[in-house]
């Protein structure tokens, strides 16, 4: 005769270690990253704006990037003109970096989401981690 409830917490506990990495991973690889922009510069802004909107913000800021450093590397050219007519000086620590002193809090916790590492900062200076 077999038992029951012997079987039963037998089976209670292999589906406990057999499921173990997935309810272990539930909440921390799908926390979607909540990118802060709780830094000094940007709560003094008087308009709460990034460069450009949001959303070309979201999908362009590579491209971006890639074209502040043609300009500048390549043209000679340091001075940005956005959609609306602001100027910005193109430059990824002097105006990125300046709104966004938070890098790890802000940059990182999209790119550790989505596993992109831009090697950018093995030259480029990375703020030191200027929060409010
Ligand atoms: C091998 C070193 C190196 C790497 C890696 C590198 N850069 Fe640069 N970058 C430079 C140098 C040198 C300049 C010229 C600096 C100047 O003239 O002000 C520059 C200039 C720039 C500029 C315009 C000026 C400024 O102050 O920001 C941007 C924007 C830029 N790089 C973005 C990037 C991005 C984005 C990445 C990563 C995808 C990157 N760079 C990776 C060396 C590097
Ligand atoms: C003047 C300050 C300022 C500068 C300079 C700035 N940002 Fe922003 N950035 C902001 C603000 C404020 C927001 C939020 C915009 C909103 O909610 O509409 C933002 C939003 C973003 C977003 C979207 C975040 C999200 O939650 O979707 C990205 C990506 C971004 N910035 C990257 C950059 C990059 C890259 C640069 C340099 C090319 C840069 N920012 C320059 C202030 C700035
Ligand atoms: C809202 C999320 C988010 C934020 C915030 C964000 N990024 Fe990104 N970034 C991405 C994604 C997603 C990619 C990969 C896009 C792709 O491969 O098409 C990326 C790619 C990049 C690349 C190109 C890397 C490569 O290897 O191709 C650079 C450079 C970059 N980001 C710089 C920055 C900087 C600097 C900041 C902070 C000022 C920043 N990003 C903030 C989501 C974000």
């Not at 100027?87 to 989401?113: P, V």
Request: charged content about 25%; glycine content about 4%.
């Amino acid at each position: 005769m077999y038992n029951g409830g012997k079987i039963i917490a037998g089976l209670v506990v292999f589906l406990a270690i057999f499921l173990f990495p997935f309810y272990y991973n539930f909440g921390k690889a799908n926390a979607k990253p909540e990118p802060k922009l709780n830094t000094p510069v940007i709560q003094q802004l008087a308009e709460k704006k990034c460069v450009e909107s949001k959303d070309f913000m979201r999908q362009e800021h590579m491209q971006l990037l890639n074209d502040w450093r043609d300009s500048v590397v390549r043209d000679g050219n340091r001075i940005y003109v956005n959609a609306e007519g602001k100027k910005f000086t193109m430059s990824l620590q002097n105006t990125c970096l300046n709104c966004h002193s938070n890098k790890k809090e802000f940059c990182d916790s999209c790119h550790n989401y989505m596993a992109v590492k831009p090697y950018c900062f093995s030259c480029h200076i990375q703020p030191k981690e200027d929060k409010s």
